[in-house]
């Protein structure tokens, strides 16, 4: 098989599953012809936008047998004993159809102001590992979320803690199984780790989140437990012997013989004094218009990351790509030079992919700088991330001789490539 085109998914979040190696082949009749059928490309989508949405055809090309006969003089009785059993191969180019879906948008009816976009079927849990402590003590707090639908597409969940509370960013986990009889499974698992800092007795509010299910149709709200936390007085707090603080206990009144200063309250204008010349006048007459309108920006800014996957993918892709080049770099303390480059690539097809609402699971060469050339980017530019990309994934599976140092060098020039790029996207 030789992939010649991939279809292409606008519009569309997609989940690979993973094909075997060795191709199950089995046997198919169509129109009293028997075929040998085998599947080669199985992928989950997940609609990000509302209207006509259509996948283009994938083209590969094959080997196909075909059998050869030789010029028999004796007629056709015996072609089939003249027949060449070795025949020719003969290459041929089969192309399937496209697929066009009507997608419906989501009901703003009964939608929950927390809604973030999720669709499907899910279950959530929550566990914490005590909730007696010291102050300075760490506490971990694990939510899991399961179920039918892509996890994936979930933004930020908003777990309040307390004020007094230090919080880590969450450590989480995504798997998939595709192999439930074709229905698509998701788990993600959170892992947060917060320290209290001082005593008292405090609440970790339920974390509540909202989905779309299509099978009722309607929206639902999971909802965690809530946690009482008692922390006790740990070492280096206020209040101890050894803390070089004072809690408010130990401050002590010793006198009352030394009042404020007060001072009279004169308000005196000058005479002719004209309160629509001065700047602070015009100040309090726009400024409340230009927080009104900044407000307003903010507001329709959240509601967008909230309902709009597409917009959420794109004002977010550098920070997504960050992270997966924060991923890099740990391998790359390890000296994992394969695993460094595989992310980075990653990391670069996956900021053209966020940018430009694409799959990056679909995404070839080709496809990335027809995107680039189309978003009007400057050919240097396409020119410079191409060269990063085709360096990682040679280096990625021929790292040869490297150092960190040069491949250090490699990740912070690709860094500097993907601000300039995200100009134009």
């Known amino acids: 098989l030789n992939y010649l085109k991939q279809p292409e998914t606008v519009g569309f979040w997609v989940e690979e599953y993973e094909i075997p190696s060795n191709i199950p082949v089995s046997k198919a009749v169509v129109n009293g012809v028997e075929y040998n059928v085998a599947e080669v490309k199985k992928v989950a989508l997940f609609p990000t936008k509302s209207g006509q949405l259509t996948i283009t055809p994938m083209q590969l090309s094959v080997n196909v047998q075909q059998s050869r006969r030789r010029r028999d003089p004796f007629g056709s ?23 066009t879906f009507t997608v419906k948008p989501l009901p703003s009816e009964g939608r929950p102001a927390n809604f973030s976009g999720l669709v499907g079927n899910f279950r959530m849990s929550a566990s914490i590992d ?44 995504d798997n998939t199984d595709l192999s439930n009889n074709n229905r698509f499974s998701a788990v993600r698992e959170l892992e947060y780790v917060v320290i209290p800092r001082t005593p008292g007795e405090y609440r970790i509010k339920p974390l509540e989140v909202s989905y779309f299910d299509p099978q009722v149709p309607g929206y639902k709200t999971l909802r965690s437990p809530e946690y009482t936390i008692v922390v006790g007085e740990g070492k280096g707090v206020p209040g101890n012997l050894n803390s070089p603080y004072l809690s408010k206990s130990e401050v002590k009144l010793l006198g009352k013989d030394i009042n404020f200063i007060k001072e009279e309250n004169l308000s005196l204008v000058p005479v002719g004094y004209q309160p629509y010349k001065t700047t602070w006048f015009w100040l309090t007459l726009v400024l409340p218009v230009v927080m009104l309108s900044l407000a307003y920006g903010y507001r329709n800014h959240l509601e967008k990351m909230s309902t709009n996957v597409e917009y959420a993918r794109r004002r977010q892709a550098q920070k997504m790509a960050s992270k997966r080049l924060k991923g890099a770099e740990h391998y790359l303390n390890q000296g994992k030079f394969a695993e460094f480059y595989g992310e980075v690539s990653k990391g670069l097809i996956g900021f053209v992919a966020d940018k430009t609402n694409q799959a990056a699971a679909g995404l070839l060469r080709e496809d990335v700088e027809r995107i680039l050339i189309n978003h009007k980017v400057e050919a240097p530019l396409i020119h410079e991330y191409l060269k990063y990309l085709d360096e990682a994934d040679f280096r990625r599976f021929a790292p040869g001789e490297m150092t960190v140092e040069a491949a250090g060098e490699f990740y912070h020039q690709a860094l500097e490539m993907l601000s300039k790029l995200g100009k134009y996207l």
């Open 130 to 173: 005590k909730t007696t402590a010291e102050a300075n003590e760490a506490l971990s707090l694990k939510i899991r979320l399961s179920g039918n639908g892509n996890l994936k597409s979930l933004g930020n969940i908003g777990l309040e803690f307390p004020n007094s509370f230090e919080v880590y960013d969450p450590k989480i986990r």
């Open 77 to 99: 009785v015996f072609d089939n004993f003249f027949d060449d059993p070795l025949g020719r191969t003969v290459r041929k180019v089969l192309s399937t159809s496209p697929l």
